[in-house]
């Protein structure tokens, strides 16, 4: 139409109609690119994995009166479809892994307290972060104490505030019958005091201070049948001169093995070496010493065989993350004495649940989840990552205790835990 308009030169209207037909045809390759675009982000289906990475899941509710059963979601062929995660043998052990926030507590924990409970389970909890579990293990045992033969008690252990706490000796002498436990005593508190003991163990001055409180410990467990046998009394027994101190305990002949060499290096003036293999078991104990910690320790309110068939119990111990290296150690002792007192035969199932796993030092947890199966006992650890618990208890503990768990729930996690989890799972 251009052509017709007589009045403008020839020369202007080519220069039009070249520019116009030049903008048509760039207009038409890029509205043909954006056309191939989107074709071809249609056929390719999901980018992000959502639907091509996706399988069927368990959507059957599997369950027996131990098992543990968590509603989870999956998509399927663009549908989003209910399933559940059957735990059928916590046993075997439950290991929960997930970064802070990755709903550890909220979707793995809340579930499997609110069913023990209700299925009849003894139960301990570990509460880091007092006293978020606390509360929901106290409404879900008010609501299912008339689920057990006998209904269980409610015990609290809270170092914070002691109107709502219970008093509990953990060095309680009934559940000391040899030397032995109390070895394992001076172990537990010693190395949950000074966690970088724990890979230094076979030290000389660090098995020195633990063969210390170990024949402190002892001494009081068989002084008049074990009277004053608690870990204030430990304590301040230490504080005592050398002198009236090896005198009091030589009276002990099962002890006297213990002692000798602290008691050879004071007659010989070594009193350098003494120092060395006693002062830093003095140091360490003198940080539990005070009024709270003393008046929980040396009460008899209850016992820690939680899964007695006479007596069954629902306890729970909180920790304050302010204060976690003072009584991480204490709470690493009661957890050490109701372990031993709980792997026996002809007791109730029984529930272990540890919040924030590595805070604690229990020694040989490895061996509990590996022969408590038998006994019934049901072993729930929550950690953040891997590293962190190598942190505390070395590679080699840490990679036994992640292997051994017969049952993994990851959340998020990243680096070597996210590389491990992969590798176990496989295609």
């Known amino acids: 139409g251009f052509f017709w308009l007589s009045a403008v030169p020839s020369g202007v209207l080519l220069l039009v109609y070249i520019s116009l037909t030049s903008i048509g045809f760039l207009f038409v390759i890029s509205g043909g690119a954006l056309l191939g675009r989107i074709i071809r982000e249609n056929l390719r289906g999901d980018i992000f994995n959502t639907e091509q990475e996706s399988f069927p899941q368990e959507e059957r509710l599997l369950e027996n009166e131990y098992s543990i059963n968590l509603p989870a979601r999956y998509r399927l062929k663009k549908r989003l479809r209910n399933s559940w995660i059957n735990i059928i043998n916590p046993f075997r052990g439950i290991l929960i892994m997930g970064t802070p926030g990755a709903g550890k507590s909220y979707f793995v924990i809340r579930h499997i307290t609110s069913q023990h409970l209700a299925n009849g389970f003894s139960m301990f909890v570990y509460d880091f972060n007092f006293p978020d579990l606390s509360k929901i293990v106290y409404n879900h045992w008010l609501k299912n104490r008339h689920c057990f033969e006998v209904a269980p008690v409610f015990y609290l252990i809270n170092f914070d505030d002691l109107s709502r706490s219970h008093r509990c000796n953990p060095l309680d002498p009934s559940g000391m019958t040899d030397i032995t436990d109390a070895a394992e005593s001076a172990r537990t ?55 009236p101190l ?38 360490a104990m003198a940080r539990l010493s005070s009024p709270q910690l003393y008046w929980i320790l040396s009460g008899n309110d209850f016992t820690l065989d939680i899964n007695d068939p006479v007596q069954p119990k629902v306890v729970c111990m909180g920790n304050n993350p302010q204060k976690i290296q003072i009584y991480g150690a204490v709470l690493s002792l009661y957890v050490n004495r109701l372990v031993k007192l709980v792997n026996q035969k002809g007791k109730l199932k029984s529930s272990l649940i540890f919040d924030e796993f590595p805070t604690l030092y229990l020694n040989g947890i490895d061996s509990l989840m590996a022969t408590a199966r038998s006994n019934k006992v049901a072993t729930t650890l929550g950690i953040q990552d891997l590293s962190q618990l190598r ?26 835990s996210a590389k491990r989890i992969s590798e176990s799972i496989g295609r």
């Open 189 to 243: 508190i010693l190395l949950g005091l000074n966690r970088e003991w724990i890979k230094k163990q076979g030290d000389f001055f660090v098995e020195s201070a633990i063969n210390f409180v170990t024949a402190i410990i002892w001494f009081l467990r068989k002084y008049e049948d074990g009277r004053y046998c608690t870990l204030p009394h430990v304590i301040e027994l230490m504080q005592v001169d050398y002198e």
């Open 246 to 283: 090896f005198d009091l305990l030589s009276r002990q002949r099962e002890i006297e093995v213990l002692i000798n060499p602290f008691m050879n290096a004071y007659k010989n003036d070594a009193l350098e070496q003494l120092e060395g293999q006693i002062a830093s078991a003095k140091v």
């Open 391 to 416: 942190k505390d208890y070395g590679r080699e503990q840490a990679d036994v205790i992640t292997g051994i768990a017969g049952n993994v729930i990851s959340g998020q996690v990243t680096g070597e």
